[in-house]
Structure formats: C-alpha cells, structure tokens
C-alpha cells in the first residue's frame, strides 16, 4: 500500500513538473543545444521548446487600463532550413497613442564544451510600416548556426485594451511545451471562439483583484487667515473579480501544410477574443459586439468609401463616347471594365478606402484597390446599371470570423443581373466578368447597396477552368519521342497564365515549359490568344525528347502520357483536418496520340478505367486503345466543386492514387 502510495505522489509530482515549468530566460542546458533532431519528428527544421504567454489589465490612474501581452518564447534550430525562424515579428497598431514593446533576446551555441551568448543588440531591431493602422518591431537573432538555440522576452503595453492577441497553441513546427493565458477585469466581456482542430482543454477560474486609487488634497493656507498648507493623502481600494483562461500543452505537433490550401493560418489552432461589452463601477452598460449588417454600414457611410461613389464628373465625358446607354447590358459591362482596367493601374495597396480618391487616381492613372473598383462601380451605375461594391477578405488576410471593420481588406463590384451577380476586379488586367483573380477566392463575401441593406456573395467561379493538352508524336526504333503539343488554358486557368508568362520573354519561356515537362527539347515555339482575354491562351510547339521510352532487349516501356505522367500524389497526409481548395472548378484533359516504330508490335496496354469520388466532387477516366499502328490516349480529371470538405480528403486522396498508379502504368512493345 505504501508502495502505491509513493507511486502516485511521485507520477503526481512529475506531472506538476512537466504542467507548471519555470523556464528562467537566459538559462539553457548543454542537453538542448546537443540535441539533434526533435525526438517525435526528425523532419522538423525547429523546435519551440518553451513558450509562455500572458496578456493581463494594468490599471494606471489618470489614464485608465492598459493590456499587457508578456511573451517568453525559446526555439531549437536544427539545421539551416530552420533559421527562418530566428527572425520575429511583432505587430503593433498605431494610433492616437501607439502600442509600445520591450524586446531582450539571446543566441546559444555550444563551443569547446562550453554554452556561448550572443545578445540581441539594439540596433538590430527594426521598425517596419505596414499600413496606417499597423507597424511591427522585426529582429533576426544574432550568431545563427545549426544546433543553436534562440530565445526572447518582450513585453506589449497598449492603451486598446479591445484587441486581445489570439491565443495562438499551435504552429508549423513542433511545440515541446507551452502555457498560455488571458486575464481580464469583470468589467469587460469577451466573447470567445477556437479555430484549428489540435483538441485542447482551456481551464477556466476567477480570483480576487483590487485598484488601489490615491488621493491628495491640500488644506490651510487661506488668503483671509494666516494658516499652515496642509496635505493629506488617502487611498481607496476597489476589489473585483478578475477572469481567468489558460491552457498548458506538451508536445504539441506541427501544422502541416498541404497543397491546395487557402491560407494555412486560417487552420493554427487558436481562441480567438472578441470584446462584446464593458460595464465600468456607476456607468451604464456599454455594448460592442455588431452584426456584419451594422460593419457595412459604417464602411459605406466612410467619406472615403461610400462617398467616393457619388463622384461622377471627371469621367461622364468619358463615358458618353465609351457606351451607348440603350446597348445590352453585358455589352455596356464589358466595356466599361476594360476601360477601368487600362485607364487606372493598381500599384498593389488594398484596403477598403481610398487614398488619394478617385478623381485624383483617375487623373493620375494609378490608385489603390478602392480608387479602381469603386470608380468602376460609380461608372456602371451611371450607365443604368444596377452595381455595388462587395466587401471581401483577400485569402492573404485570412478568414474573418468576428463581424469587425478589419474583416475584410478588399473591395470589387458586383452587377446584379437576372441571371444572377456578375463579380469584376479591375485590378487585375487579365480577368473578365465573374472569373476573379486567386487572391480574391477566399469563400464569402458582402454586397453592399445603397439603400443599407447587404448580403453575402459566393466569390468561387461557377465556370469550370479548362486545360486541354492535344499532344500527336512518333516514337522511333531508337526511343527518341519527338512531335507536337498545343496546350491550351481558360478560365481562372488561363488568367494565372497571362499573369504568369505574359511579361516573360520567350527563350525563358521556353526554358520554363521543358524545365516544367521532364527536360524536353522545344523549338518553334508560339502562343495565340495571349491578350486576347475572352478566349483561351495556347502554347504550341515542337518537341523532342530521349528520355521518354525504355528500350530493355527487344521490348519498349513507356507512359501513355509520356512527360505529362503525374509521378507524386500531392495528397500525403493520413487525416486532413481543413479542406482541400482548388479555387476553382476544372477540368483537365490530355489527347495522346503516338505512332509507333516500325517493326514492334503491342504486348500490353493499361486497361481503360474510371474512378469517381463519393457524392461525385471529383471524377478521373482513362482510356487507352490502338487503332492500326497507333495509340489513342485520353486521360481526364474532373473537378466539379472548388472546395472538398475535410471529410472526404481520404476519397480525393483515394483518387488521386488510382489516376497516378494508371499514369505510371506502361505500355509495352515487343519487336516482331
């Protein structure tokens, strides 16, 4: 019995130790900086061996509370892929009164035996601009090298007590160990919401606070009587209740990323804070929290937004020789698109709002997202068309989860048509009506109209994007494989192609396609269609190649589609906890037809096949036939939706794997 006594105390007496670490800052062992590789993933290029965080309220008299964020945080970097993550960047809003950061940190290495320190030095802390909400404090520890361990403290004191960092229990390296925790005055409510999937137990608690108020109040010293200045100090204490939440994990595993992912941070794990109200001692009850109703709402009402659309005199001119108001609708949209397009330039700052505005950036032929796209709406409504901006947040800015005026970061316009809303982004010189770039595709977004009222819009493409790939070769009796390909791209497809290859001249271009395409030789190279945006953009050329076919003894082995053979399955992971987002439908499709050598003859070809997903998302067929003494190959894939839920990642996975194992299958020759 005392045995098993002396055994719980002792599991729970390690249990303490590992749960309630006290890491002192600048104290590392030799055992860490020997370590080399992180024990439950070799892969990893870092580690966070300890991370502790906490964000309490501060009350300072004459000037209200403050939030302070106290971050601890020591990292192992393996080799050199990891030393991205010896650089750190601390966001800070700025304001009427800026948030204000104190910064410490250290670099160990291991020399002769013996643990080094290399300090963070002053001047080695930048200052960066982001926008004018935003700056960040950017620092790269010193004395970088494999093995070393890097470590910082810093404090944010901020006066917007609203904005609670999240609490960020995940990352895309491994976590040994990490405590976090949020403390916050009974008179502010915060509404809490997790995103992620790593399970975790938050602990919640309360426990006693108090502000200790000090008074001084002079006596004495009348002009009608000859009296001594007296000063009396008091103090007056006020208790309440402070709430607690915190959370304490262990050996937490990296987000893994994955192709065809949106924007990774959107899946960290993490608890979000949202200031719903405040109730202050003898003040009423002060409410926060809005509807995504009431954000666009203000957003309209902005000078700078809702009142840029009611400026319409610099371009009626324009206009008037551009359109004829009686002409179709899609015709008067087309046209005035383009003309956005090319008489104002983005020069790559979103936002909401204008700058400049949208006179000055209609003059000047360059403005920010806001000039361009609301100046296209102001252009269609004065055409008699029914448009509106559409708030939306761009997928590098993340999905917003609280209705907030940060939220969205971007604005396009939408016409609303009896076929339904026409999506346009003027921004972007190769899009047409409802095919938006990538960067806008990050799921809903907000219509907004005159009379107040918005709604939410899907911004997907409903339009499937195309790659048709028509390939007719000859392999000789040697193997060498030479012919011709036309690829061609539409859709969203075809807009990535411009945007990507359009400014490239055409010797690097043609480097790319047989860098792209298993090294083959191309000549004669030729694209149609490059600005011509409403038709698809194709690439033809001649090639060649030695390295296509096999020759072992008197038998050819090949793959039906040659260098077009997709080799990996981009699908590794066993569970995807976040969705898989191709950003569009699409469709891809090879025609292969090969003529053979003279004097071989077919031994075995891959049979026909053709798979499809549950509940239909996706499909892949393959057909594969001879007809006299050629080979016709037709391999499709079909997406049909441009989101897979996590649900069914291990049936996307599933079709991925039978479409690859088909592609690597070999057709086989044997001389006659």
Sequence with gaps: ?????????????????????????????????????????SSANAAILYKKRISYFDYIQNKGFQLITEVHERIKIYNKEGYDWATKRISLYQGDEDEKVSIKGNTYNLSNGKIEKTKLNKKDIFEEDVNDYWYRKKFTMPNLAEGCIVEWEYSVTSPYYSHIDDMELQSFIPIKYIESKVETPEYFVFKNVMKGYYPINLERSTKSSYITFNFKERTGGSSFANGNVKTNYNQEKVNFKTNVIECTLKDVPALKEEPYVNNINNYITALKFELTSTKFPNSSLKFYSTTWEDVTKTIYQNSNFGGQLDKKSHFKDDLASLINLTAPDNEKIAKIFQFVKEKIKWNNYKGLYTIDGVRKAYKDGVGNVAEINLTLVAMLREANLKANPILISTRD?????????????????????????????????????????????????????????????????????????????KIDNEGNFTGQERLGLSNLLGLNARSKNNNVNENDLIGIFEKENDNIEIDKFKTNNQDNIYKPIYYQFNFESDNQVEIIGDKMYFSPLFYHTEKENPFKLEIRQFPVDFGTPFQEKYNVTVTLPEGYKIESLPENVSFSTEDNFGNYMFICKAIEHKLQIVSTLKMNVPIIAPNYYRSIKELYKQMINKQLEKVVLTKI
């Design 1 to 41: 019995m005392k045995k098993l006594i002396s055994s719980t105390l002792l599991f729970l007496f390690l249990t303490t130790i590992i749960f309630a670490q006290d890491v002192k800052f600048g104290k590392v062992s030799k055992q860490e900086l020997l370590e080399k590789y992180y024990p439950t993933d």
């Design 397 to 473: 800015h993340g999905i917003p989860i609280f209705p907030t005026n940060d939220g969205f970061n971007y604005v396009i316009a939408g016409v609303e048509s009896a076929s339904g809303i026409i999506l346009l982004d003027a921004t972007e010189k190769y899009s047409t009506p409802n095919i938006l770039p990538l960067r806008d595709l990050n799921w809903n977004g907000r219509i907004v109209r005159e009379n107040g009222s918005s709604s939410e819009i899907n911004l997907f493409p409903k339009k499937a994007a195309q790659k048709n790939v028509f390939l007719v070769g």
